[in-house]
Every structure is written in C-alpha cells, then in structure tokens.
C-alpha cells in the first residue's frame, strides 16, 4: 500500500497570499488529522476530518480551514498568511474514527516571506 | 486541556549504549493512549512505540521499551543497544480514547547517537 503523500514538499509564499496544501491518506483510510509543527512548539493540533465531516478542530484562526472530499483525500487552506505560519505542515491518516495509530506524510514545509 | 512535556531539548548517546528519554503529561481522563513517535530527518513520523493506559504492563518493541507509570502521569522511552540510525527527534504522544484523533504531543526530544 502507497502511504499518506501530502504535496507540494516545499511551498514558498508571500504576506497575504493564500495556500492550499493536500495529502492523500492511505487507501481504505477515512480519517485525516492536520498538525503544525515548529521548532520549540512541537506539534499543534490543525483538525480532523472523518467521512467528509470535521470532527475535531484545534486552537487556530480562522485564517486556517479544510475539507476532505469523498475518496478521502483532504485539502488544507490558509489564507492572509502571515510569517508565523511558517511551518511544517504535516498530514495524518488513520483506518477510521477509533483506531488510534496515526500514519504520516513527510509533510509541506511551508515559508512565508 | 492535556499537556505533554519533555523536559530533555537534547540528548546523545554512544553507539551500542542505553538511553532513556523523559516524557510527562497531565490528564483528567482515565483512560487513555501514550505514544512516543520517532521523526528522522526524512520528517516523516514513524510510530516507535503505544501503551494503553489501562494496561498495567510496559509495552516493549525489539529494542524500544517503554516505563509508564500511571499514578506519576510518567511516560519514558528506553532504547537498548543504540544505534546509529536510532539518530531523529523523538516526540511524545497523548491520546483520550474517545476524543477521536486528536493527538497531544510534546516538543520533542533531539537524540544524537555517537559512533
């Protein structure tokens, strides 16, 4: 099985502008979860999406949105970018709402300019 | 809200030796999942080890091992026989059982192994 792809790799953006990031879960999947990870902080909870629907959403502006579409796959949005968004985004899947091991892309380094 | 707290930036280790890393949380819930997930320079998060917080016994993974006591919200890694490639950021993880995939994680910890 292909794992979790999440494109681009690297994205470069300026003040303002808007970007959309996308991962594809592994196959048969239906949950996908977005992090952001910065040096110091960690990872930080974006959301998470389950058969279309946002299940859970983290402490973010509302700068930062989703959607997950019908074969699972998911876009996040970010719009008005600022330079703290600068970030690695990383993307997560799992087989569905309850089972608790996450599968993950090797992210969308994301910098904002 | 949960938190999950590594004390320990930095940690290196010599080739072949043990070293544990430190892992703390608070909770109000009892039941629970821990994780420690190993991010090499790839970035892509690799899952090391999971404990169940209802089962009493450490979990234990070849040369990965975990120390989890509950009462003292205490969550440790141990990795035997270090090697090499063991070199990544090591992050812990929180998890309720019932609050669907939302993962609380440390800030992570940098292991450098040393030939």
């Known amino acids: 099985k292909a794992g979790v792809t999440q494109t681009p790799r690297y994205l470069i953006k300026t003040r303002g502008q808007q970007v959309t990031l996308s991962c594809s879960p592994i196959s048969g999947h239906r949950s996908v979860s977005w992090y952001q990870q910065t040096p110091g902080q960690g990872l930080q909870f974006l959301f998470e999406?389950?058969?279309?629907?946002?299940?859970n959403k983290g402490n973010f502006p509302g700068r930062f949105s989703g959607r997950q579409f019908s074969n699972s796959r998911s876009e996040m949005n970010v719009s008005t970018l600022e330079l703290g968004d600068s970030a690695l985004y990383l993307c997560?899947?799992?087989?569905?709402?309850?089972?608790?091991?996450?599968?993950f892309g090797s992210g969308t380094q994301l910098s904002v300019l | 809200a949960q938190t999950v707290t590594q004390s320990q930036p930095e940690m290196s280790v010599q080739e072949a030796e043990t070293v544990t890393l430190s892992c703390t949380y608070d909770t109000s819930e009892s039941d629970y999942y821990l994780f420690w997930y190993k991010q090499p320079p790839s970035r892509q998060m690799i899952l090391v080890i999971r404990?169940?917080?209802?089962?009493?016994q450490n979990a234990t993974e070849n040369r990965f091992s975990v120390n989890f006591q509950k009462a003292a919200k205490s969550f440790s890694l141990k990795i035997s026989d270090s090697q090499l490639g063991d070199a990544a950021m090591y992050f812990c993880a929180y998890k309720g059982r019932d609050t669907g995939n939302q993962f609380y994680f440390g800030t992570g910890t940098s292991l450098t192994v040393i030939p």
């Open positions: 997560a899947s799992s087989l569905d709402g309850h089972n608790e091991k996450l599968f």
């Open positions: 404990q169940e917080a209802y089962k009493q």
């Open positions: 999406y389950f058969s279309e629907t946002q299940r």
